[in-house]
């Protein structure tokens, strides 16, 4: 089991987990001297051996720190129209597990529903990333527009729009033996997106791809594509 803290402690050092983890640990029947990792939330992962365990306290000496192995070698971002429902939990959820390296919902022209607690979304994260191994808890933004998501996703080398009117290019041909240092992952909501929007996007730098003959539903295909780049480019 990983638990996260938000700062780098030194090797030796005493850290006491928050009131939760220490839940999760006495849940978990740990006992003095047992092992567990913390991971500092930017990327580095420390062995430490439990020295206290009280019902609403534990406290553990930092051993040896170590980079994660729990990232891919590319930044993976996903950009996602908002769902209707409480499909975002499960796109937030599965996006961590596999790798994602932040999560982003924004409004288009078809976009119907309207996002819960973001504080709901940022529990969900953490959790799925002290479950699936990550070395990080990807951020969650929200982009009040559809340019303002691709104004963001901008900045990432491999930029990939996902349009079901698209009927030749596809992720292989995109990725093409490429290696990217970054890779933004743009899906649409459950109506897809207009013309325009791909057209604007296009304009703008982005590759639009086909996901096949199949139509995913909104909350499968960024996870289908996160899956699909991690095995199609080895990262």
Not at 108 to 130: H, Q, V
Request: with cysteine; net charge negative; aromatic share 8%.
């Amino acid at each position: 089991m990983r638990f996260f803290i938000d700062f780098q402690p030194e090797i030796g050092s005493a850290v006491l987990l928050s009131r939760e983890d220490a839940h999760h640990c006495n849940v978990l029947r740990y006992r003095v001297g047992d092992e567990l990792t913390l991971c500092d939330g930017a990327g580095n992962d420390y062995i430490c051996r439990l020295d206290k365990i009280g019902r609403d306290e534990v406290q553990c000496i930092v051993l040896s720190r170590f980079l994660s192995t729990g990232e891919p070698s590319a930044r993976l971002e996903v950009f996602c129209a908002i769902p209707k429902g409480d499909k975002a939990a499960h796109i937030v959820r599965k996006a961590t597990e596999l790798g994602a390296a932040g999560i982003s919902f924004f409004s288009s022209e078809r976009t119907i529903g309207k996002l819960k607690s973001s504080d709901r979304y940022s529990i969900i994260a953490r959790e799925a990333a002290m479950q699936s191994g990550r070395g990080i808890i990807p951020p969650l933004r929200l982009y009040e527009s559809f340019e303002d998501a691709l104004t963001s996703a901008e900045t990432l080398e491999l930029r990939l729009f996902c349009w079901e009117e698209e009927r030749v290019h596809t992720l292989k041909n995109a990725l093409n033996g490429k290696a990217p240092a970054s890779v933004a992952i743009v899906t649409g909501a459950e109506g897809g997106f207009t013309t325009e929007e791909a057209q604007l996007a296009e304009s703008r730098g982005f590759e639009l791809i086909t996901l096949g003959t199949r139509i995913l539903r909104c909350e499968t295909a960024p996870l289908a594509v996160l899956s699909a780049i991690t095995l199609l480019g080895d990262f």
